[in-house]
């Protein structure tokens, strides 16, 4: 064998040494390169985890606040500082209709809270709380009709159009609490002789039923100056 592939087969198989070791080479940085690149995607995925975690709480914290869970139990006053536990049944958020069919028995043993602003124009606004007969015919047991112009807050019945005569109006000397484009809340507790208004947490007034026999309330009516934000219907627990 000549010298010259001698020399062709010794550089032949140092290239082949020398390719192994910067193989070698190359695998070690690329194996470290890795490490790293795991250990920076596990950081990112784990920040990533922490801020959709974050968000969610908020989110549920903020929807908490309008439209609380059906599981979650309150403890509420009625009068004479009497508690009562009520879980929520159904939940009415915005836009809000002028009627609204709560689709189950809501009469003595319920209460409804209303959340809502009192338009910036418009002398007065209502709630009803009715029983719907089809065919027009209702009968609204509680009328709660807040009359901004006169500072007066008027409770009365209808049946089939017809005012029961002698509305309520006395406040029990407490002050009118409702004012333009501030938020209130009107919590009406259905009782078996009586309607109980609480107006911001504090209790107002009863008012006595005047149509016979309360049966189970089926709508609720809106209506007038004001924007109703939710609409909370409870069933009294105990």
Not at 157 to 166: E, K, M, S, V, Y
Not at 228 to 233: D, G, I, L, Q, R
Request: aromatic content about 10%; glycine content about 6%; some cysteine.
């Amino acid at each position: 064998m000549s010298s010259t592939e001698n020399v062709a087969e010794e550089d032949h198989s140092s290239s082949k040494y020398t390719r192994l070791s910067l193989d070698g080479s190359s695998l070690a940085g690329y194996t470290k390169h890795l490490q790293s690149w795991s250990t920076k995607r596990f950081a990112i995925v784990l920040l990533i985890l922490s801020v959709i975690v974050l968000t969610s709480g908020i989110i549920c914290l903020a929807m908490a606040t309008k439209t609380p869970c059906r599981s979650t139990v309150v403890f509420r006053k009625i009068a004479h500082n009497q508690t009562v536990k009520s879980g929520i049944m159904k939940v009415f958020v915005a836009p809000i209709s002028a009627k609204l069919n709560i689709s189950f028995a809501s009469g003595p043993g319920h209460s409804f809270v209303f959340t809502g602003k009192v338009n910036e124009t418009g002398p007065r606004w209502y709630i009803n709380l009715d029983n719907a007969r089809g065919n027009d015919e209702r009968e609204v047991h509680y009328h709660f009709n807040p009359r901004m112009d006169k500072k007066l807050l008027v409770r009365n019945a209808n049946a089939n159009g017809t005012w029961i005569t002698g509305r309520d109006t006395d406040m029990n000397s407490k002050p009118f609490p409702f004012h333009s484009g501030v938020e209130f809340q009107v919590e009406i507790i259905v009782l078996d002789d009586k309607f109980v208004t609480y107006i911001n947490n504090e209790y107002y007034f009863d008012f006595s039923p005047r149509l016979p026999n309360l049966p189970a309330i089926t709508r609720i009516v809106i209506g007038g100056s004001v924007v109703m934000e939710s609409v909370v219907v409870l069933r009294t627990l105990a």
